[in-house]
């Protein structure tokens, strides 16, 4: 009785054997990783699987997997998935790895919950899926994003970029620039970020140093300082 099955890095057998898989009903652990696929919706058959790892091929559409709800493990890194809404069929799922930078939203993890861990690495750390990433690690869930949560309970003070740029003239706000502050008891405290420099709009062409700080209810101060980059807009109406 086939119950585990490895085709990764083999197209030859991997093809050779696919009709037999998308009728098996006791197959609970398939690694196809690797293998040049673009479709995977048989897959959808094999609905005693447990552990599915699909790395490394062509898939971006995953939603024809609503019958597989024995996964604990789902795997599908380097994969321009953008929808995971059927992840909330997955009853069962424990362990759900991503390619974070092509996500379109991580709501769906909110909804599943026999959730432990997830790996959304590279993932955009925009306001939002920060905020989102900083409540799931609160429910207990184990979030490999590239964001330090572990802050030793000062508030969360990030900068989506290493270096921020501006144009001469434009006024922007701290969140903006792509700065975001959050704490886990009072949530975000985008209201209370001070720095040094107040309005960019008065700031000419140079470089300068962007000083942040942020302060929770608890008193607790979280420091930052970044490049910042002030450039001049070129009018390209005149070009």
């Known amino acids: 009785m086939l119950n585990h099955l490895d085709v990764s890095f083999n197209q030859i057998v991997f093809n050779y054997t696919f009709e037999d898989l998308s009728d098996s009903t006791n197959l609970t652990y398939l690694d196809a990783s690797y293998n040049d696929m673009s479709q995977i919706a048989s897959f959808n058959k094999i609905t ?41 069929k997955w009853i069962k799922i424990e362990e759900i790895m991503l390619e974070g930078k092509y996500l379109g939203s991580i709501i769906p993890l909110f909804n599943v919950p026999t959730l432990i861990s997830v790996d959304i690495n590279e993932i955009d750390l925009n306001y939002e899926n920060v905020i989102y990433i900083a409540e799931l690690y ?32 434009d006024s922007n706000t701290l969140t903006d620039l792509g700065i975001v502050a959050y704490d886990f008891e009072d949530g975000s405290l985008e209201n209370t ?47």
Do not use: C, H, W
């Open 193 to 239: 970020l001070n720095s040094n420099i107040g309005d960019t709009s008065s700031l000419s062409v140079g470089e300068y140093t962007l000083d942040i700080n942020v302060t929770d209810a608890d008193g607790n101060t979280s420091e930052k300082s970044i490049p910042l980059v002030v450039r001049e807009r070129i009018d390209m109406s005149n070009l």
């Open 48 to 88: 005693s699987l447990e552990i599915l790892n699909i790395d490394g091929n062509n898939i971006a559409v995953i939603s024809s997997l609503e019958d597989l709800v024995n996964l604990t493990l789902f795997s599908s890194k380097g994969q321009a998935i953008q929808n995971i809404e059927v992840i909330e």
């Open 138 to 169: 609160s429910k207990g869930i184990n979030v490999t994003s590239g964001l330090n949560i572990d802050n030793n309970g000062l508030p969360l003070l990030i900068s989506k970029f290493d270096t921020i740029y501006a144009y001469a003239g």
